[in-house]
Structure formats: C-alpha cells, structure tokens
C-alpha cells in the first residue's frame, strides 16, 4: 500500500462516520409519519395525558395531516377520533369542495383535547374533548387561498351550499355533529365527536 493510499483510506473512513451521524440526527427529527395503522394519517405519538376527573387519552397522538390535506392546529386525539377525521376528509371534505379553488388545502383546527366541561361551562356533563374524542373545525382552506368558514360562508354566498355539505357529510364518521343550527355556541364551528349512540348519529 503506498503512502498516498494509506493516507485517503482513514480520510474516507472519517467521512462516512459523519456522514452516518447526520443521517441518523435527521431522522431523529423527522418523527411525523403514519400513525393509528393508517398511512393516510400522519402525525407522532405522544406521552399518555391523565389528569384525573374522567379526562385523559391512554394513547394519544398529535395529527399533522390526512388524506393529504394538512391540518392548522395539529390536534391531539385518539385514535378513534383521527381514523373518524380521516374518513371525514377523505370520503365527505374533500368531494364536497372538489375542484372549488383548485381543491381542499388545510383545515383550521380551533379545539382538540382539553380537560373540560361541554361548551366551557363550570357545570354539567364532561366534553368529549376531555377524552381526544372530539375536533371543532372553523374553516377550511383551498389551495387558490380563499378559506370557508363557517361563520362567516354557512348562511349565504357563494360557498354557503358547500359549508353546509361540509357539515352534511361529517354525520356517519362522527357520532355528534354539531354547527351553527345546533346553538350559540356553535355559530363559529363545527363540533364533531366519536360518541357512539344507540339510536344512530346525533348530527344538527
């Protein structure tokens, strides 16, 4: 072996192992992928929540998108919950926009879990937010930039029809379905739920 080579052979060596650290730190980062045993949902794990008084998620996740289509605030939720938002978009969101300004984009998320009682009040029943078993959804944003939102497209305009098909369609993959119909507190959003009921969907 010459000199020259003896030289080179350590140089590559050194350059691999570097090489190999810096793909090692980059997956390390890149985390998000599928999750619930559906690569139509993506997203990571996250630590187990319990904080007592009937709240918590034995096995939760933080979804970043799916069926393609990005989610706004990346919700926290079981996997019920996100195999149901993914049934949603990809069988009810996303033909109901269709090709309107060039398709569905993202979704603006504006509630997932929290430790709380229905519609934020000091009294009554726990909200199935308190389980990862609900997302509110506000709006909803194609891909030419203009965003639907229920506040401000459910009762007239242009994109009323598709607001309310929207909320149409939620009703089979969720169990509660609730929008502006519904009360006062859903004038802004639309609240879906996985809560299973034996005389079917509860959807207004």
Partial sequence: ??????????????????????????????????????KQIRGVKVDPIGTGGGCGIANPVKVSSVSGVMLQMQPVLNCEAATALNTYVREGAKPAIGKTGGGLQSIDIVAHYACRRRNNLPQGKLSEHARGNAVDIAGFNLRNGETLTVLGDWASGKHAKTVQALHKTACGPFGTVLGPRSDRFHRDHFHFDVADYRSGPYCR
Avoid: F, H, Q
């Fill in 1 to 38: 072996m010459t000199m020259k080579t003896a030289l080179v052979w350590p140089l590559l060596a050194v350059l691999a192992l570097a090489a190999c650290g810096e793909d090692d730190d980059y997956a390390s980062r890149d985390s998000n992928g599928p999750i619930c045993g559906n």
